[in-house]
């Protein structure tokens, strides 16, 4: 399938103005040829034939609306993504955070929760999860349903227990789930600390003060200005000497406010000054 | 009308490959000539585990500056980038990188087919491709875009490939402008842009 030019880099201008206007989403600030990408994937993918039926479909049914924010964000993830990422927060950054009476932690985009859940059970390994509280947000209200439910496809289960255990899990992880048919339903003592709600990083403000906020493979998708945009937003979210955790290929480097942020050893996260 | 179209122009050479490529890499690359003015990206399917290992056997054999992409990275003439395991790598309009976590593609992250195809729409007819072997389809579909948007199509010759499939895949869907073997594929990149 040769998807370029089905869809020009002019109508996904045009698109996303209609997305804005109509719906208040801003994506105009995303990387574009990633973006155009998966608007042309979603196109052929549902059998449009013209431009003009697609951008009409988008702007007036709402139904519709919702596929289209779920497939044009990306919610590809997985649970303990990058172990050694997990082995840090387990044994250099979470630790520091025992002292507080009361810890709270931003997952942000957190798509379907996988790693909400893998955070509440590095917590609850350390005996913080009972003073500790998830807030996991996402743009995209369809994704945090399923996040809510705490329920995984038994597929992955093999290659998540296997994350799990090179991030310096010891115990069995089966012992978190109950396999259903083809699901794996999390225990309830995990999500019972986690607050889901939307929240949208290009446009919606603070709304707490956090120990640490993790914002894993989100800001590849957004451009430099949008991208500093938000790194202020998490700085006005983030305590002293609380922590910012990025994804593997993400970096605070060319941000003016990087200076009051010091990395630690391996992994991308920051401590702020 | 006059015939403007200019020849030889590369403003970018994208080299993707999967089982049986690195054999090549590793065979051309003492070969490159340090006067390469335009980027080179290279796109090939591994394990997330072995991420720096490519960068270093690359840079121990060329004196072109070869870095991991990084996203937001602008390309630049005689560096060399990898895509990172377990990423896609696009090519924006401006030259610059952006990384993307989405599903895989061919069953493959990176996948040679969305850098071929991104990179078709931004350099257009001074985009050189090359595809090298491969046991999976990947790469095919990126070539048909780059095709069409007037870049050139390059494939290793399958006799000359670890795994032939993929590079005759490519070959038997795709009109390529040239068919080489290891030993003149040095060569030729050498001549790009002279």
């Known amino acids: 399938m040769v998807i370029n030019d089905v869809i020009s880099s002019d109508q996904v ?84 955070l025992g002292t507080y009476p009361f810890i709270r932690i931003w997952v942000a985009g957190c798509s379907t929760g996988e790693e909400a859940y893998s955070l509440a059970i590095v917590l609850s390994e350390i005996n913080l999860l009972h003073k500790s509280l ?69 446009s919606d403000h603070s709304f707490n003060e956090f120990q640490l906020i993790l914002c894993r493979n989100v800001l590849i998708y957004f451009d430099k200005d949008l991208q500093h945009k938000v790194f202020n937003l998490f700085d006005s979210s983030i305590e002293k000497l609380g922590y910012l955790a990025l994804g593997s290929k993400e970096s605070l480097d060319f941000w003016s406010g990087a200076k009051n942020y010091k990395r630690i050893r391996t992994e991308k996260i920051w401590r702020k000054l | 009308m006059a015939e403007t179209v200019i020849q030889n122009n590369c403003d970018a050479l994208i080299i993707g490959g999967s089982a049986g490529s690195l054999d090549v890499l590793l065979e051309i690359f003492p070969h490159l000539s340090p006067k390469i003015n335009f980027p080179i990206i290279i796109v090939t399917h591994r394990k997330a585990s072995n991420e720096s290992l490519l960068t270093y056997l690359l840079q121990s054999r060329t004196k072109l500056k070869v870095t991991e992409a990084e996203e937001k990275q602008v390309l630049e003439g005689g560096n060399v980038y990898i895509a990172p395991a377990d990423y896609h790598l696009l090519v924006e309009q401006n ?35 090359i595809l090298l072997s491969g046991s999976n389809g990947d790469g095919v579909d990126g070539l048909k875009t780059v095709n069409n948007y007037g870049g050139k199509v390059v494939i290793q010759d399958p006799k000359s490939a670890v795994m032939p499939y993929m590079p005759q895949q490519a070959i038997t869907y795709v009109s390529p402008h040239l068919i080489v073997d290891c030993v003149t594929m040095a060569d030729y990149i050498n001549k790009l842009n002279s």
Request: hydrophobic share 40%; net charge neutral; proline share 3%.
């Open chain 1, 13 to 96: 201008e045009v698109l996303l103005n209609d997305v804005l206007e109509v719906y208040g989403y801003d994506f105009l600030e995303y990387s574009h040829a990633s973006i155009k990408r998966r608007i042309t994937r979603l196109f052929l993918l549902d059998k449009f034939v013209s431009f003009a039926e697609f951008r009409y479909v988008v702007k007036t049914d709402k139904q519709y609306f919702k596929r289209f924010l779920e497939e044009i964000t990306v919610n590809v993830t997985e649970m303990f993504r990058d172990p050694q990422f997990y082995k840090a927060l387990r044994q250099d950054v979470l630790p520091n």
């Open chain 1, 134 to 202: 998830i807030y996991a947000t996402d743009i995209n209200p369809l994704v945090l349903e399923k996040a809510k439910k705490g329920m995984f496809p038994l597929t992955y289960l093999k290659g998540y227990s296997e994350n799990y255990l090179q991030s310096g899990g010891s115990k069995e992880f089966s012992s978190y789930y109950i396999a259903n048919y083809s699901l794996a339903k999390f225990d309830q003592s995990l999500s019972a600390k986690m607050i889901f709600s939307t929240h949208n990083l290009a």
């Open chain 2, 95 to 129: 030259k610059t990188i952006s990384l993307d976590y989405s599903e895989k593609v061919n069953y493959s992250r990176p996948s040679i087919d969305v850098t071929f195809e991104s990179a078709a729409e931004v350099f257009k007819q001074n985009l050189v491709c």
